[in-house]
């Protein structure tokens, strides 16, 4: 071990720590910080109990479980433990219906516990009585024949059930080791109901914890640390970084001194940026049209400091292509008014709407027009051809294809210089590209309301003309930048979007715009001063900041444009040491 960097010494000894649980059949929490390689510490695990483990539970009918929170993470795990057979890697909700699904009776017995939604349904239909109970589409519903879950039902009932020893015993005869993966996004009854049904009562199931509360980031009812009143958890804490460079390290040790990690290369430097506004001489955002706002620079202030911000790093030599570099942003809006499709972003009262393509529209436009855009700028007629013959008839003879052509330049023309209602105008000429039986029955409708006097409108056909007339009235190029952003071909990101990544270069913007988040006031409590009542706020704060400030393998810069106080420049220095908080980057 002597040739071994520190953060691969790190690594064995938390390796070490888990085998010997494993040999002992101890329950354990391995707490893996940013970049210190949770899941080959969870890899390891598994193929150390198939080599020790496999013939005699797959002798017994048993299986190991290993709970994921993704479908990807699934796929991962079961590919890098070349698919074996003692290994039972699934989602969460799938697990625990695969044991749950064997107990009709019990599940009848507990659905109207399950809130006042089910209550409803149940008064409503023809009560409960001996319907099989089903999970596959997680929409819930009661009929005379079956009912149907929802996706947060089975996680609740697993939750009840669990209590049951008949249920313990059934678990522990099919899954006597149950692992979970990013175990501090388990919701929080059930990781309650594990500990105190799984853990604390001697069940005879070893369950093992890979994660980090530090970077629970999703969603409220999710649990965070979990830990043992009666200490049957033994708690192994990964001091590795293989991530980021040593004073990228040494910072978030700092930040994080009760989980102190050591670097791979200690030889390596890696840069740390501080910039803030807190003299910039204007009126700042009071709040008064959202509290999401408050002690913000102005809008179009917030865009010069970040864009002075950004030539400063490019001056530094930070490659600023999406590969190398990530700028992170609180919200989507924020991203829409970087990367110029506000105007498009404010036409759904959803996110999801148009950064998932939920809407028909925005998925018309960037699954059939771009993907044809971009082959005609790149001269992939082939491809191009493939795209036509998708959508359109065949091309008939020379004359059809040179007509073909002249509408695809006119297309481009209107994507380039046009409004959204050009572009459908232009399309519901030409019918190249031809658009979906939807979007088409949907303008016609628009066309025919749109000359009718608004007085004679009905209240749905109002609200469907304003709505679509907003949508028409953006420039089209919003929809050209929307598309990159998904694409991830921009450097914009939320800090959300990038846990589990990591990029040579990261920018983070520390600015308002959301009312669960106040990076002054996380600064102010870093020192424990939070009350009481506040420590969720507190920690939500934090570990976002965390996985944001965790994700640079060289440089680190963040930009704070949010008004601090004095005590917050003071917790900065000691952070990110007093020599890096640079202050206006004017």
Same mark, same amino acid.
Request: charged residues 30%; glycine residues 4%; hydrophobic residues 30%.
């Given at each position: 071990m002597t040739n071994i960097n520190p953060a691969e010494r790190a690594s064995s000894e938390a390796l070490e720590q888990l085998r010997s649980c494993i040999d002992k059949g101890l329950c354990f929490r391995l707490e893996a910080g940013a970049g210190a390689g949770k899941t080959y510490s969870l890899i390891e695990s598994i193929r150390y109990l198939i080599s020790n483990r496999a013939d005699e539970l797959l002798g017994n009918r048993q299986q190991i479980a290993c709970i994921t929170y993704t479908n990807v993470a699934k796929n991962e795990i079961k590919n890098r433990t070349d698919h074996h057979p003692v290994i039972f890697a699934d989602t969460i909700h799938s697990f625990c219906w695969s044991i749950l699904q064997h107990y009709q009776v019990k599940l009848r017995e507990h659905l109207p516990e399950l809130g006042e939604k089910w209550k409803n349904r149940i008064d409503d239909? *023809?009560?409960?009585?001996? %319907? +099989?109970? +089903?999970? #596959? =589409?997680?929409?819930?519903a009661v009929n005379e024949r079956e009912i149907t879950l929802h996706h947060d039902d089975v996680v609740a009932l697993m939750a009840r059930m669990l209590s049951y020893p008949k249920f313990q015993k059934l678990l522990k005869s099919k899954?006597?080791?149950? *692992?979970?993966? $990013?175990?501090?996004?388990?919701? /929080?009854?059930?990781?309650?109901?594990?500990?105190?049904n799984l853990i604390d009562n001697n069940s005879g199931v070893m369950v093992g914890l890979f994660g980090d509360h530090w970077q629970k980031i999703y969603g409220s009812s999710a649990c965070g640390l979990i830990s043992s009143k009666k200490g049957k958890i033994i708690e192994i804490g990964k001091k590795a970084n293989f991530r980021s460079d040593r004073n990228i390290v040494q910072c978030l040790n700092r930040m994080r001194p009760d989980l102190p990690q050591a670097e791979s290369d200690p030889s390596s430097d890696g840069t740390i940026k501080v910039f803030h506004s807190n003299n910039w001489s204007g009126v700042r955002r009071d709040g008064k049209s959202g509290g999401h706002w408050k002690d913000d620079l102005p809008e179009s202030n917030? &865009? #010069?400091?970040? $864009? +002075?911000t950004k030539g400063l790093m490019c001056v530094d030599g930070w490659d600023m292509s999406p590969e190398k570099t990530k700028i992170l942003f609180l919200t989507n809006n924020l991203i829409a008014n970087e990367q110029n499709f506000k105007n498009l972003a404010d036409c759904f009262r959803y996110t999801d709407d148009y950064l998932k393509k939920n809407d028909k529209y925005v998925q018309f436009f960037l699954e059939v027009i771009e993907p044809t855009a971009f082959s005609y700028e790149q001269y992939q007629y082939g491809e191009l051809l493939q795209i036509k013959k998708r959508n359109h008839p065949q091309l008939k003879c020379q004359a059809d294809k040179t007509e073909w052509l002249n509408i695809l330049d006119r297309v481009m023309h209107a994507r380039a210089n046009s409004t959204i209602g050009d572009m459908l105008n232009l399309l519901m000429e030409t019918k190249i590209p031809r658009m979906s039986s939807k979007i088409e029955e949907? $303008? +016609?409708?628009?066309? %025919? =309301?749109? /000359? &009718?006097?608004?007085? #004679?409108? $009905?209240e749905d056909e109002a609200k469907f003309v304003k709505k679509l007339s907003r949508l028409r009235f953006v420039e089209y190029l919003e929809l050209v930048n929307l598309g990159e952003y998904i694409d991830e071909k921009t450097p914009f990101s939320t800090k959300h979007g990038v846990k589990g990544a990591q990029f040579d270069n990261v920018l983070v913007v520390c600015g308002r715009g959301w009312n669960q988040y106040n990076w002054n006031q996380m600064l102010e409590w870093m020192d424990g001063s939070y009350p009481k009542d506040k420590q969720d706020t507190f920690e939500r704060n934090r570990n976002l900041f965390y996985v944001s400030c965790s994700r640079a393998k060289h440089n680190l810069t963040l930009l704070f444009t949010q008004e601090l106080s004095a005590k917050s420049i003071t917790v900065l220095n000691r952070m990110f040491d007093k020599e890096n908080i640079l202050g206006n980057p004017f």
């Open positions: 239909s *023809l009560g409960v009585t001996n %319907q +099989k109970v +089903k999970y #596959e =589409l997680g929409f819930p899954f006597p080791i149950v *692992l979970i993966d $990013e175990y501090q996004d388990t919701d /929080s009854n059930l990781a309650d109901s594990i500990v105190a917030v &865009k #010069e400091y970040i $864009e +002075k949907s $303008e +016609k409708r628009y066309n %025919q =309301l749109v /000359s &009718k006097p608004i007085d #004679e409108q $009905e």
